[in-house]
């Protein structure tokens, strides 16, 4: 889905457009972090939505990071 050129759904002001962004979390004992992930971000409130097959990348490889008690992973995103 092509989110570009509409409103933001977190803040209704901003635009979403092209972009990158960082994806932190943490799932259990592990905190998770992915850099360069493209997404569609908010020129006001920098929120971001991300593509699906993006968003299933991200959780293959969380749920990887947490099956092997990984504390600290960090990421860069490749599609």
């Known amino acids: 889905m ?9 803040c209704r002001t901003g635009e979403l457009k092209p972009g990158q962004t960082t994806v932190m979390f943490s799932r259990n004992e592990t905190v998770f972090v992915v ?20 968003a299933d990348w991200i959780s293959d490889r969380a749920d990887s990071a947490v099956e092997r008690g990984a504390e600290v992973e960090i990421l860069r995103y490749a599609a």
């Not at 850099?35 to 993006?54: I, M, R």
């Open 35 to 54: 850099k360069g992930v493209p997404a569609e971000v908010c020129t006001q409130c920098g929120d971001y939505v991300l593509d699906e097959t993006v």
């Open 2 to 10: 092509n989110r570009s050129e509409s409103n933001c759904p977190m």
